[in-house]
């Protein structure tokens, strides 16, 4: 019997429906899994529904922190990691597996340190405005500790074996699978109806160029004064952003927040084209929701981003371009049916080529035959 035991002590975002998504493709493949997850996931009844329903699961959720004074109570919070790592000691893994690192998971992988140690790494460096020097310390003490490593393009996985002195064989390019997880009625996308609308999906920060895209916004309206533009996450922006947002209240909304599952899947669907205007990345989860809810890419030609948007038939142009990217999007206006084709082509490499099946089936791969 294969066994895995995966941890994920994070609480929203998208590594929350990738580690679900990744756990039910093991769980068909015959994998027992124990997941160890923080008491705060987002997506808590989906997991607790999924382990009632499955003997071959096991969760136990373990207190974190929603903000920063329970990050410190939690991380002096001994006890109920050293009843989890007995745990997952009875459980008897194979290996650990980290979708994505997580602060707390330090505690486990430290009291777990003979069980081979499997990590998702999402981001090769830290973003630009996102260089936190305590995350960064334990995200590398948790590196150093692993054993194997997933990547999510593959451009990327010499850079990773050669950073941790590892053969290439222990590094395994797994492509972010489709997001069908907000699908929460399961019908398929629609391609016949244009919003006029593009869409900015994800936390904002410095280095995803919402600044760009908007300065970009306001050439477009000078040519498309129907065009709306959607920005939906959390973060901070600048005055200028402000300014620019405020300048056109008819055609540019705002969400800033978490948003819940249950809004994602709409957000794509009002959209025509999901715009990634990145600075700086090794790849974005974004590309792979847009293209499960039939949305085609305009992404910049940073990190793996090429090696993501190119094969569903998304746009790559230069960063830190304006211009360039209205000049883009003006041009795919011209003939909406273009846009259509696009989506279509985008929603087929989804279900076809970026399923979890095939997903789960790497991971095994690296994890038993490598």
């Known amino acids: 019997m294969k066994k895995i035991a995966l941890i994920y002590l994070g609480r929203r975002g998208g590594a929350v429906p990738y580690s679900f998504e990744m756990t039910k493709a093991l769980l068909q493949k015959g994998v027992e899994v124990f997941c160890i997850l923080s008491e705060h996931i987002q997506n808590r009844h989906d997991w607790e529904k999924l382990s009632g ?54 505690k486990l992988v430290r009291r777990l340190s003979d069980i081979p140690l499997i990590t998702t790494i999402h981001d090769f460096t830290q973003h630009l405005g996102d260089r936190n020097f305590f995350t960064r310390k334990i995200s590398e003490y948790i590196l150093k500790r692993t054993d194997k490593f997933v990547v999510l393009t593959g ?116 959209a025509d084209i999901t715009i ?41 142009i230069p960063p830190n371009d304006p211009e360039r990217l209205a000049d883009v999007v003006d041009g795919l206006y011209d003939d909406t049916s273009v846009i259509v ?3 279509k082509r985008a929603y087929e490499y989804a279900v076809s080529e970026l399923t979890w099946e095939r997903s789960a089936s790497l991971l095994l791969d690296l994890i038993y035959n490598r």
Do not use: C
């Open 53 to 106: 329903d499955n003997r071959m699961l096991s969760v136990s959720f373990l207190p974190t922190y929603t903000d920063k004074i329970g990050f410190i109570k939690s991380f002096f919070a001994d006890k109920p990691y050293k009843y989890a790592a007995m745990r997952v000691r009875e459980f008897a893994p194979y290996a650990l597996y980290l979708p994505m690192i997580s602060l707390n998971a330090r």
């Open 155 to 270: 451009s990327y996985a010499p850079l990773v074996a050669k950073k941790y002195g590892k053969p290439m064989e222990a590094v395994a390019h797994i492509p972010h699978a489709n997001f069908s997880y907000y699908n929460l009625d399961g019908a398929a996308p629609r391609f016949d109806n244009i919003h006029n609308a593009l869409l900015f999906f994800g936390r904002i920060s410095k280095y995803k160029g919402v600044s760009v895209l908007l300065r970009s916004m306001r050439i477009l309206h000078k040519r498309r004064p129907e065009l709306k533009l959607v920005i939906a996450g959390s973060g901070n922006l600048t005055a200028e952003d402000m300014s620019i947002i405020n300048s056109m209240p008819d055609n540019i909304s705002l969400m800033n927040g978490w948003l819940p599952d249950t809004m994602v899947w709409e957000l794509f669907a009002g």
């Open 276 to 316: 990634v205007p990145y600075i700086d990345a090794s790849q974005s989860g974004v590309v792979a929701i847009s293209f499960s809810s039939g949305r085609t890419v305009v992404a910049t030609d940073v990190g793996g981003l090429r090696e993501q948007v190119e094969p569903g038939g998304g746009i790559v």
């Open 341 to 343: 084709e696009h989506n």
